[in-house]
T-cell receptor
């Protein structure tokens, strides 16, 4: 069973701090990785995608990928109360076996306290 | 999300009844997906379609059926065989299978 694991939290950080969310995956064939943000009662919204080892920055968000260790993380700098949400990690196997199917973790709930 | 319309927003099913959830898109994307989300859990794939008139089962297809007669539409039917249908149902689309997926606003299904 291909799995994506996240700590369900809640992860609580003070406003202005760096929030660090982590995700591990079991399928070494995974080549694409995504972070979605889901506010309570709403649908997931794509915030970051990463495909190669290293860091990818977009505004206050940085995604980090380490394929050798099979983990992907999301850093949120200068956390704001509006960042309070559940963050879903998802992986995809690309190449000839690619069906477009995403494997999701259960999500980490982030609480940013003013 | 812009270009993806799911309806209705809320749906109630009676015992033994089939219900159909609508997913329509106007972005001309090839791939469409149906996921189910239960409280405190991640998303699980029900069915997906890469092209018109073709679709494949996902991880939890039992008790569900789909059709893809038009590129812009991918309706999901929750049949009476699905004994635990209460969940948040999400439709997603992507331009091609190697592109990120974007979600509609979802449909909440409950049992009466």
């Amino acid at each position: 069973q291909k799995e994506v694991e996240q700590n369900s939290g809640p992860l609580s950080v003070p406003e202005g701090a760096i929030a660090s969310l982590n995700c591990t995956y079991s399928d070494r064939g995974s080549q694409s990785f995504f972070w979605y943000r889901q506010y309570s009662g709403k649908s997931p919204e794509l915030i970051m995608s990463i495909y190669s080892n290293g860091d990818k920055e977009d505004g206050r968000f940085t995604a980090q990928l380490n394929k050798a260790s099979q983990y992907v993380s999301l850093l949120i700098r200068d956390s704001q109360p509006s960042d309070s949400a559940t963050y879903l990690c998802a992986t995809r196997v690309d190449g000839s076996g690619n069906t477009g199917k995403l494997i999701f973790g259960q999500g980490t709930t982030l609480q940013v306290k003013p | 999300d812009g270009g993806i319309t799911q309806s209705p927003k809320y749906l109630f099913r009676k015992e033994g009844q089939n219900v159909t959830l609508s997913c329509e898109q106007n972005l001309n994307h090839d791939a469409m997906y149906w996921y189910r989300q239960d409280p405190g859990q991640g998303l699980r794939l029900i069915y997906y379609s890469q092209i018109v008139n073709d679709f494949q089962k996902g991880d939890i297809a039992e008790g569900y059926s789909v059709s893809r007669e038009k590129k812009e539409s991918f309706p999901l039917t929750v049949t009476s065989a699905q004994k635990n249908p209460t969940a948040f149902y999400l439709c997603a689309i992507s331009d091609r299978r190697n592109q990120p997926q974007h979600f509609g606003d979802g449909t909440r299904l409950s049992i009466l």
